[in-house]
């Protein structure tokens, strides 16, 4: 069964432009969540979609924003990029609000740089 | 913010020996999980223990839990070269998900071989 899978696995973009990021959650799983790892903050929550409504964000601003398809395929999109949001960008699924069990299944992460 | 805190932040120990890693946390959790991280790649997870109970083994891993303390730890007993890693202690307060899992900064493990 495949796991979490994220592209692209590694993002170059400059100060100012856009970048989307991708996630396909486990097959049966409908809960994605997103992560941000910078470097020396840890894993900081960003969002969290199930059956393809938002149903929770960090406390980033709104350029972070994303969507989840009905596949429940999962982009987050961000805006106006900054030089700190250079980091790994962890997606992880679940089976559900209801199903949840608890534990995550992370992909292995869309690493972004901004120059 | 924060929930947990790792402590150490790194530890580095020979191979054979155990290695035991402490998080402490702020609010009431209805979970506490334990994940890996191997050199920037994705967690992988290890081992979730719920608010109800003390202690917990899995493999070569033991987790207690100190609910009265808010405090857990980690213990990988008869430590090899791969289990060179970053160790996350995680705290899911709702149980469902609801507000995603707080991770700490990691304790990072080296086995010398």
């Known amino acids: 069964e495949a796991g979490v899978t994220q592209s692209p696995t590694h993002l170059i973009k400059t100060r100012g432009q856009q970048a989307t990021l991708r996630c396909s959650p486990i097959?049966?799983?409908?809960?994605v969540y997103w992560y941000q790892q910078a470097l020396g903050l840890g894993l900081q929550f960003l969002l969290w979609y199930d059956e393809g409504e938002e149903r929770n964000r960090g406390n980033f601003p709104p350029r972070f924003s994303g969507r989840q398809f009905p596949n429940y395929s999962s982009e987050l999109n961000v805006n106006a990029l900054e030089l700190e949001d250079s980091a790994l960008y962890l997606c992880?699924?679940?089976?559900?609000?209801?199903?949840?069990?608890?534990?995550?299944?992370f992909g292995e992460g869309s690493r972004l740089t901004v120059l | 913010s924060q929930q947990g805190e790792e402590d150490p932040q790194a530890l580095s120990i020979q191979e054979g020996e155990n290695a035991t890693m402490n998080c402490s946390y702020k609010t009431s959790i209805n979970n506490l999980q334990w994940y890996r991280q191997n050199s920037g790649r994705g967690l992988v997870h290890l081992i979730l223990?719920?608010?109800?109970?003390r202690e917990k083994h899995s493999g070569r891993l033991r987790v207690t839990l100190d609910t009265s303390k808010k405090s857990s730890s980690l213990l990988i007993t008869a430590s090899r070269a791969a289990d060179t890693a970053s160790y996350f202690c995680a705290t899911d307060r709702s149980g469902g998900g609801a507000d995603g899992l707080t991770f700490g900064k990691g304790t990072h493990l080296i086995i010398q071989p």
């Open positions: 992880a699924s679940s089976p559900g609000r209801v199903r949840n069990t608890g534990e995550l299944f």
């Open positions: 223990i719920r608010s109800n109970e």
């Open positions: 097959s049966g799983h409908t809960s």
